[in-house]
Nanobody, 123 residues
Framework: VQLQASGGGLVQAAGSLRLSCAAS????????VGWFRQAPKKEREFVAG????????DYADSVKGRFTISRDNAKNTVSLQMNSLKPEDTAVYYC?????????????????WGQGTQVTVSS
């Protein structure tokens, strides 16, 4: 499966953005999907994930209550709605797909990665 992340941009603090991860080649319904982010000079970190089998979701503590991950099966996409953005959310955001059925938090558990999309939050 090939993944394409989009929707990044520049936004003021407290604003919102919606990222989209579009798949081609296969249906995303067959994969667990995760969003990760990487800020300059920092490790890539887990942001949110959605399971394949039951649609269960999980979030990093830093984004709980502000970000929402969801699937649109008709469009073969997984979105990340980001509200109440903070300057510390600034990073390149990546989507990834895993053949594992549950939620995958570790980077090594993902089999396919999209290119990143830049999110910049100004104070």
């Amino acid at each position: 499966v090939q993944l394409q992340a989009s929707g990044g941009g520049l936004v003021q603090a407290a604003g919102s953005l919606r990222l989209s991860c579009a798949a081609s080649g296969r249906s995303l319904n067959n994969y667990a999907v995760g969003w990760f982010r990487q800020a300059p000079k920092k490790e890539r970190e887990f942001v949110a994930g959605i399971a394949w089998s039951n649609g269960r979701t999980d979030y990093a503590d830093s984004v709980k209550g502000r970000f929402t991950i969801s699937r649109d099966n008709a469009k073969n996409t997984v979105s990340l709605q980001m509200n109440s953005l903070k300057p510390e959310d600034t990073a390149v955001y990546y989507c990834a797909a895993s053949l594992f059925k549950g939620i995958v938090i570790g980077k090594s558990g993902y089999d396919f990665w999209g290119q990143g999309t830049q999110v910049t939050v100004s104070s």
